[in-house]
């Protein structure tokens, strides 16, 4: 179940829309659903402490696509967004996985077509007892 506050401004819910497709199974094992969400300049700081570009996380999903076992669904929770400028909104929420939390941080940005797309990403892993 996906926890979230009410979107103040159209920018914050188009977002937010993006973000849950983000966090959907298939469109994370899906390159064509996965890459239509990302910025040409997209980057990450993983919750790995990996960093990703556009091009490493679309051959990440590429390769995710041809494992038989489906990632491990993601469940969101406090879900919150400030619309920064027009074309800018700011995204914080934390994810669950099989028990491993991640704060998480991310940027979106609307295109010259009105489309939003995520530009920046990160994770930041906690600990269970922590909220």
Known sequence: MTERTPAATPAIAAAIEGELRLLDPEVRTTPALFEALLHPGFHEFGASGRRWDRASMLASVT??????????????????????????????????SGGRRVHRSSLWRRTGDGTWLLYFHQGTPFPPEED
């Open 63 to 96: 390769s995710k696509s041809a494992e038989a076992t489906p990632p491990r669904p993601l469940t969101a929770s406090h879900m919150r967004g400030v619309q920064l400028a027009e074309d800018v909104v700011h995204l914080t929420f934390d994810t669950d």
